[in-house]
């Protein structure tokens, strides 16, 4: 059992949050000089790059990072997971998506039982009904080959395949045995996702796949009864054995709705929804897309990496070391966010899966025994593929500054266009608690009431200097992902790189301009216009790490999956926390329901608007009376 203490009130925890202030003395132009720090922070896997020398740590740091673990009993709980145990302990269950991708001959036990099996089997079944489907043995009920799969679920019943349909459809080998054929994810609830997913599609043709752990998401319930209706008002409902196929723990409920049983791919309850991707949820819709053989390689890259995360050692392990750097920004630097910037079109939904498998997993406000937390754990996860990023919101990433004011004025007040400043104003900017920031007052007040502007450009440097690298806030420590080989190469004669070398110009280039920016001392040097130097300035020291893969095929894909489900695991093993449960979703879903009623009562027989509070009365019933409804005796379908 985990102890009811909370890993702050550890010596570990103690040292790195005195740790931090070391760190606040340092800027990344100063670590990276250290040619020994930054080699010791590459770490190399199966090809896979890691290089975590633009974070804001030291040698020592890394060292406190790793007393924390030991504090945390990392290795205990990661291998308590490994052993089946009842980690997810409000849910009072195993968390086992590492035996979705073991090898037949391994074995991971749920409840004294080896689940290898279990899973080969329903693998086995997979890899039989794909290829049937595939080669046009099962065909639909007008006899034609069903060359269209509408995948209906949501959250991790979706987005964990959606990422990885995304980065297979273009790799060439994925792309090849996906020739002819359709694949398509129903998740929203709105109508506006039904009409889009029929747009163009054949009900003779197409597959419907209704993927749900629970089978009782009231999103993915509407939008299969919908899909049902769709498939038997065109053909009758005798059709549906044909054409629709369910992927849940829930077979009792599958079967009620209408499904054959044999038609139904299990999971199993110690397989987190987000973390099921490598169950039926991702490997049926991908296998009737790829064929198995393809999504087998996915399978075994990220079997690849659970072994690489339960037997390599802590400083050569990538998710640990990505889990405490997590921890370390989050928690102790104090940094709310991280961007997850995928140089690769292919993994453009990435950063949406990540999302939910951190957010979901890590957002919680109490240890896994109930006790409030007196710190910050899970990080706010957002992301784009690079370069598209760069014209986004990456300027944000690179100036917005942390003590807003103060720094403002030290780039911007101060340097006044003027050749004399006059030296109280300086007096303004003290803040007690930087040391350093007092020694430079006093070399600006010994030198009287005005100072020589030349000072003052090298004063306002090192004040923002300390400023930037003393404060906490708003800085987005960056996940730059990257691949050698590009999966579609493109090089046109005359040009002066590849198109995949132009992409990763700004791999390489970016993470170098957040750590190093640029110093007003270096604008004037470029002889920039004086009002344009605080705009032109970069404070620098903000944190990032490289991620370099040798290509995106199946195989890599499924490890760069492993790597960051087990870095958020790490995370929560290190904050005491419970990754595997979700209770935060629960209590909308219970408003919607109420909500629901509601709308249904007072839309079939005009009941008025009641129990909710002023605010929501107002809204209900403006809406119920601005649209009269669909009547309810008719069924009415997407016209698109
Ligand atoms: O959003 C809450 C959640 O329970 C997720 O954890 C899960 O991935 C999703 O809903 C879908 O659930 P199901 O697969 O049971 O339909």
């Not at 922070?41 to 060292?63: C, F, H, K, P, W």
């Not at 009993?73 to 979705?100: F, P, W």
């Not at 037997?311 to 961007?339: H, I």
């Not at 720094?407 to 608690?433: E, K, M, N, V, Y």
Request: hydrophobic share 40%; glycine share 6%; with cysteine.
């Amino acid at each position: 059992m985990a102890s009811a203490s909370l890993i702050s009130d550890t010596e570990p925890w103690k040292d790195l949050k005195e740790h931090v202030n070391e760190i606040n003395k340092t800027h990344l132009r100063d670590l990276l000089n250290d040619v020994e720090r930054s080699q010791s922070m590459m770490v190399e896997n199966d090809g896979i790059i890691l290089d975590y020398s633009r974070q804001r740590a030291r040698l020592d740091t890394i060292d406190k990072l790793f007393k924390l673990a030991e504090a945390a009993q990392l290795r205990q709980k990661i291998d308590r997971m490994y052993n089946g145990e009842h980690i997810n302990s409000t849910e009072n269950r195993s968390v086992l998506h590492i035996a979705l991708r073991a090898p037949r001959d391994k074995i991971f036990y749920s409840d004294g039982k080896n689940v290898v099996p279990d899973v080969w089997n329903v693998l086995d079944k997979i890899k039989d009904f794909s290829e049937r489907v595939r080669n046009g043995s099962w065909v639909g009920a007008t006899g034609k080959a069903l060359k269209d799969v509408v995948a209906i679920g949501i959250g991790g019943s979706f987005l964990g395949p959606l990422f990885v349909h995304t980065a297979l459809q273009t790799d060439p080998e994925a792309a090849e045995c996906a020739k002819g054929r359709q694949l398509q994810f129903l998740a929203n609830v709105d109508p506006v996702d039904v009409a889009r997913n029929i747009k163009g599609l054949n009900p003779e043709t197409t597959l419907v796949v209704v993927v749900s752990k629970t089978f009782t998401t009231a999103e993915t319930m509407l939008n299969a009864r919908t899909m049902r209706e769709w498939i038997s008002s065109a053909l009758g409902p005798q059709a549906v054995a044909k054409h629709m196929v369910a992927v849940s723990t829930n077979l009792v409920l599958v079967e009620k709705f209408g499904i054959d049983p044999a038609n139904a791919f299990a999971f199993w309850d110690w397989v987190g929804g987000r973390y099921s991707v490598c169950s039926a949820v991702g490997v049926l819709p991908l296998s009737l897309q790829y064929g198995f053989p393809t999504v087998e390689k996915f399978l075994n890259g990220a079997s690849n990496i659970d072994t690489h995360f339960h037997s390599t050692p802590f400083e050569k392990n990538l998710p640990v070391l990505l889990g405490l750097l997590s921890v370390w920004n989050a928690t102790f630097l104090g940094y709310p966010a991280r961007a997850i910037l995928p140089y690769s079109q292919s993994l453009e939904k990435f950063a949406p899966h990540i999302q939910q498998v951190s957010m979901e997993s890590n957002g919680k406000g109490v240890s896994i025994d109930g006790i409030p937390l007196p710190f910050e754990t899970g990080e706010i996860d957002f992301g784009e593929p690079g370069t598209n990023g760069q014209h986004s919101f990456y300027q944000l990433i690179h100036q917005i500054l942390f003590p807003d004011c103060l720094l403002r004025f030290c780039l911007g007040d101060l340097l006044l266009p003027s050749l004399t400043f006059p030296a109280h104003q300086i007096s303004r900017l003290i803040s007690d608690q930087i040391e350093e920031f007092a020694v430079y007052f006093q070399i600006a007040s010994y030198m009287g009431s005005t100072i020589p502007l030349p000072v003052l450009w090298w004063f306002s440097y090192k004040v923002s200097e300390i400023l930037v690298v003393a404060t906490f806030g708003r800085v987005i420590p960056c996940d730059f992902i990257g691949a050698i080989r590009s999966q579609q190469p493109v090089y046109l004669k005359g040009e002066v790189v590849s198109n995949h070398d132009e992409l990763m110009s700004n791999f390489f280039a970016q993470p170098d301009a957040l750590a190093y920016g640029k110093t007003p001392e270096q604008l004037l040097l470029e002889n920039v216009a004086a009002h344009l130097i605080p705009h032109k300035t970069f404070s620098g020291n903000r944190p990032s790490l490289s991620l370099l893969l040798p290509s995106l095929n199946a195989y890599n894909i499924g490890q760069l999956l492993a790597i960051y489900e087990h870095r958020i695991a790490v995370e929560g093993f290190i904050w005491g926390i419970n990754s595997f449960d979700q209770w935060g979703v629960e209590l909308g879903k219970v408003l919607a329901s109420q909500v629901r009623k509601q709308l249904h009562v007072s839309r079939t027989k005009g009941e008025p608007v009641q129990g909710f509070n002023v605010s929501t009365t107002t809204l209900l019933t403006k809406y119920l009376e601005a649209e009269p409804g669909i009547p309810f005796d008719t069924t009415v379908l997407p016209k698109v």
